[in-house]
């Protein structure tokens, strides 16, 4: 029995290229949907936020920084339609919803209308950030994952969990299997960006940060395996 019913996943945009010299690896995203058509077919919903930083990173351009944040919202609808196409190739119904007006493209976001898809057994991907600039897809995700009502978080990354130190610098650094809210913002820990966190604090929904590459880490993590750390209240 999976340990959660309804989750949100956020995905970076270049867990969906890893060593690709494309801008995305389809084996790499079939591994990562056919692991989410598993969970489903156990009886998880999945809401779904992708980045872009395989398609446009505007840290360091010398774009002004709304323009920059606009263009970075667009590459994660791109990616999101991408990812819509191998889910659906693998069996999984899939929505993609949009902050950005875009009719033509994707159906706005409602988060009425994605907890009813989530209902049906729909993969809901949710494209376009939180649709102002200023914010990170970690912001968006802990936002969509209160929106759909969703029991945690998971945000699969290219480490596995939250250290005392920096593990590539220090040796003697410790993952840690929980972490508070409270210790990140106090801390300035970066592993999830402070708004998210603040926004996770205020509203207790659980994050649980833990490393893709390993071996069916999704379907693990949905399961109650212990991996990577998770943050709370």
Do not use: W
């Amino acid at each position: 029995m999976p340990k959660y019913k309804r989750v949100l996943l956020k995905l970076s945009g270049e867990a969906l290229k890893n060593s690709s010299e494309d801008i995305i690896d389809y084996e790499v995203a079939q591994k990562i949907a056919l692991q989410i058509k598993k969970c489903i077919d156990d009886g998880t919903s999945f809401g779904i936020v992708i980045g872009g930083g395989n398609i446009f990173r505007g840290a360091g351009k010398k774009i002004e920084r709304t323009s920059a944040d606009k263009m970075g919202m667009l590459a994660t609808l791109m990616n999101s339609l991408a990812f819509q196409s191998v889910l659906e190739d693998v069996g999984v119904k899939t929505v993609v919803m949009t902050s950005l007006a875009m009719p033509q493209v994707a159906d706005p976001f409602n988060a009425l209308k994605a907890r009813e898809a989530l209902d049906e057994g729909k993969a809901v991907i949710i494209a376009g950030g939180p649709g102002n600039p200023y914010f990170s897809t970690d912001t968006a995700s802990v936002l969509r994952a209160l929106e759909i009502e969703a029991d945690a978080a998971l945000f699969a990354k290219n480490v596995d969990g939250v250290y005392t130190a920096d593990p590539r610098k220090d040796p003697n650094a410790k993952k840690l299997d929980e972490v508070t809210y409270s210790d990140i913002l106090k801390n300035d820990l970066a592993v999830i960006d402070l708004t998210a966190s603040a926004m996770g604090k205020v509203n207790g929904v659980p994050v649980i940060i833990f490393a893709l590459n390993e071996e069916d880490s999704i379907y693990r993590v949905i399961n109650g395996e212990k991996m990577g750390t998770v943050v709370k209240n």
